[in-house]
């Protein structure tokens, strides 16, 4: 590819990423404003949303994801098989 063609691609591609960035501002806009994480989609084109307090959510490590310890009913995680990973020794571990 010469200097002239990389140039018209770059052209091109700087125009798709404006026109993606028009296209989807008012779900970026509604995006920000409930605090989610935004990322353009594979090769840089589209959208993720992504809400950020999933990473403080864990597998229950008493029964492994299960809910279940035996034939019972995790206690820790009152058999939900997740905890929230900020209440941690705050004396509530289930998600709520």
Request: glycine share 14%; aromatic share 6%; net charge positive.
């Amino acid at each position: 590819m010469n200097t002239n063609e990389r140039g018209t691609v770059d052209l091109f591609r700087q125009l798709i990423r404006r026109l993606e960035d028009r296209l989807f501002a008012p779900d970026d806009d509604w995006a920000r404003r409930r605090g989610l994480q935004i990322s353009r989609g594979r090769n840089g084109h589209g959208r993720r949303y992504r809400d950020p307090r999933w990473d403080l959510v864990a597998e229950c490590s008493s029964c492994g994801g299960t809910g279940a310890a035996g034939a019972a009913r995790c206690r820790e995680c009152e058999g939900r098989g997740t905890v929230r990973l900020d209440r941690l020794g705050a004396g509530t571990k289930e998600l709520r």
